[in-house]
């Protein structure tokens, strides 16, 4: 806690000191977060995502169902 206190004290008197020389304080674009790109990259991660749970889910039901034909011609149940 008295870390970020020391930290944010400072901060603001490096901005005091920076004004006061006159100097501007431009923000870089990279300095904040596009949150509307990082929602817009999530849901298309989440809906390839979900194509590839279809796909996984009907490999895995073809698997099972191969697995209990076999199991049942073994035991002699066909």
């Known amino acids: 806690m008295a870390t970020s206190y020391a ?3 400072q901060a603001r ?3 005091r000191r920076f004004d006061e020389w006159g100097r501007s304080k431009a923000s870089k674009v990279e ?3 596009d949150y509307e ?3 817009q990259e999530l849901t298309q ?3 390839l995502m979900a194509a590839q749970e ?3 889910r009907k490999a895995r039901a073809k698997r099972v ?3 209990v034909v076999a199991y049942g011609e073994f035991w002699g149940l066909k």
Request: glycine letters at 0%; proline letters at 0%; a negative charge.
């Open 45 to 47: 991660r989440q809906a």
């Open 7 to 9: 930290d944010s004290a």
């Open 65 to 67: 169902a191969a697995a």
């Open 54 to 56: 279809l796909v996984d």
């Open 37 to 39: 790109a990082a929602a």
């Open 31 to 33: 300095d904040f977060h």
């Open 13 to 15: 008197e490096w901005d």
